[in-house]
């Protein structure tokens, strides 16, 4: 056998007395109080006196080790209980810490959809201050008009700038042409005076 440790001991003799009301001295007694009977020379009646004294112990300190093997069982279900309650707290804490992540999540997803919102809201207030889309096209129309309308009057305008060209090329013309008649006719009286001049200078 291997040597006996301090703790070992301790366990042994904590076991046998129990919760300390002295089972340790009593067992100490009892051993005594059987090598003596053994030894005993005395009447058979002490010594059943004695050997009922000495069951009597023993059943004392059969009850008080079984009252600590009791109270020992009892610790280890509630050391097994513990380590279920410690599972469970641990199993506990990191669920919590998942719904906080998830949670995290959430609030980061409710922020956003909330700028989203306030954008979105934002937008409309702008889209709100135009006019809508049956309105728009009325007055798309109504411009599309005034521009057929000024392609029109542009189309008129064009056309009597280009007739007054005309005419003033005309006019330019009839004027050169009614100048050079003047200076023809001038330049044929001329010519007329000129001939008279040297008949009359015979005379």
């Known amino acids: 056998m291997g040597a006996v440790t ?3 001991v301790i366990r042994k003799r904590l076991l046998i007395d129990g919760d300390g009301a002295g089972d340790d001295r009593r067992i100490n007694v009892l051993l005594k109080s059987v090598t003596k009977w053994c030894n005993s020379t005395g009447t058979p009646e002490e ?5 009922q004294r000495m069951m009597g ?3 004392q300190c059969e009850f008080s080790m079984g009252k600590t093997l009791m109270v020992y069982d009892m610790n280890l279900r509630e ?3 513990y380590e279920k309650i410690y599972t469970n707290i641990e199993q506990s804490i990191t669920s919590a810490h998942e719904k906080i992540a998830e949670c995290k999540k959430e609030i980061q997803r409710a922020k956003r959809i909330r700028k989203n919102r306030q954008e979105y809201d934002a937008l409309a207030k ?3 201050q135009h006019p809508d889309r049956h309105e728009t096209l009325k007055q798309l129309e109504a411009l599309d008009k005034e521009l057929q309308l000024l392609s ?3 189309e008129n305008v064009d ?3 280009e007739l007054r060209k005309k005419q003033f090329h005309v006019l330019l013309s009839t004027i050169q042409e009614l100048q050079q008649t003047l200076e023809n006719d001038e330049k044929s009286d001329n010519d007329d005076i000129n001939q008279e001049s040297p008949a009359e200078n015979g005379e």
Request: negative net charge; hydrophobic residues 35%; charged residues 30%.
């Open 79 to 81: 050391m097994e209980n």
């Open 6 to 8: 301090d703790d070992e």
């Open 57 to 59: 112990t023993l059943a």
């Open 47 to 51: 010594g059943f006196t004695q050997y």
């Open 126 to 128: 702008v889209i709100q």
């Open 152 to 154: 029109r009057t542009k």
């Open 159 to 161: 056309a009597k700038l």
